[in-house]
């Protein structure tokens, strides 16, 4: 299996295709590398297609005292570097989003487009503002019998039994206290104020749906106006995991950004 060792930690990785553009997909909270399989069946055959597992997740396990989201951009050039990747469009979903947005304002010449899903990175504006009472409310009124998971649409398991069986089963391999995840990011203080993005210039889309209760889509969609050049497309009837609840219409939107941002 392909690792690379970014500070102390091993880093898993697969690479799939052989296209002349590459893609990498970093995973939220509830994923890893596997939770992308829509995505590479559907995109493999015509890009180079990266997948990994976040430091602290599944096949990358370390203490939680070395799960670091200032780390996450090392991480994922250390596998650019180990394949030969210049550069990449980079398709975010949640805590992956840290990985996205920290590379596009540390390293833009890696980063040819940049898509984040359900999201806002480290990106921040005084104008969209993700209420966390109103969050933990939300979440705590969400039944989690059988199957649901926040990251879900509530109404997901009783339309897609099987996928809701799966996406906790690919989350059940990660092996984490899910309280550390939000508990480091907070820690690391890595906000960045949109407003000092007066030179950003990579092609950015945001990906909401009218169901996500973690990242609402009005704070998304605010978020975004915020950020030079970038756009927001809400996907309607899905929760906060659009890419693998409603997949068709999310590799749809995937395909068309990617259609847009080529040279």
Same mark, same amino acid.
Request: glycine share 8%; hydrophobic share 40%; aromatic share 12%.
């Given at each position: 299996?392909?690792? /690379? ?18 893609? /990498? ?14 995505? /590479? ?9 990266? =997948?990994f597992d976040h430091r602290y ?28 990747? #210049? ?18 304002? #540390?390293?833009?010449?890696? =980063? ?9 990175? =480290? ?7 993700? $209420? ?6 939300? /979440? ?21 039994? *099987?996928?809701?069986?799966?996406? *906790? ?7 984490? $206290?899910p309280a550390a995840v939000p ?28 169901? $996500? ?8 969609s605010a978020l975004a106006k ?26 749809? =939107?995937?395909? $068309? ?7």
């Open positions: 299996m392909p690792y /690379v060792t970014s500070h102390d930690t091993a880093i898993y990785y697969d690479q799939y295709g052989a296209g002349e553009r590459t893609i /990498v997909f970093a995973h939220g909270m509830g994923g890893n590398a596997a939770i992308w399989f829509h995505q /590479v069946a559907e995109f493999s055959g015509d890009f180079s297609v990266i =997948v997740f599944a096949r990358s396990s370390c203490d939680e005292a070395d799960f670091k989201p200032a780390f996450f951009p090392d991480d994922v050039m250390a596998i650019m570097d180990a394949t030969n990747t #210049q550069s990449a469009t980079f398709v975010c979903q949640s805590m992956g989003g840290w990985t996205g947005s920290q590379m596009a304002l #540390q390293h833009p010449e890696r =980063v040819d487009a940049l898509l984040m899903s359900h999201t806002p990175g =480290v990106f921040s504006h005084e104008s969209a503002y993700n $209420d966390p009472k109103k969050v933990a409310e939300q /979440v705590s009124a969400r039944p989690m019998t059988g199957f649901g998971s926040a990251a879900l649409a509530s109404d997901f398991p009783e339309k897609n039994p *099987a996928g809701a069986v799966l996406y *906790a089963q690919i989350s059940s391999f990660n092996g984490i $206290d508990r480091q990011i907070n820690a690391a203080q890595l906000g960045v104020n949109t407003e000092s993005l007066t030179d950003y210039d990579i092609p950015t889309l945001f990906v909401t749906a009218d169901h $996500d209760i973690l990242f609402p889509p009005e704070f998304i915020t950020i030079p050049g970038a756009d927001c497309v809400n996907l309607g009837d899905a929760g906060h995991s659009s890419y693998f609840e409603i997949p068709e219409a999310f590799n749809r =939107v995937l395909r $068309d950004f990617l259609s847009s941002t080529s040279d």
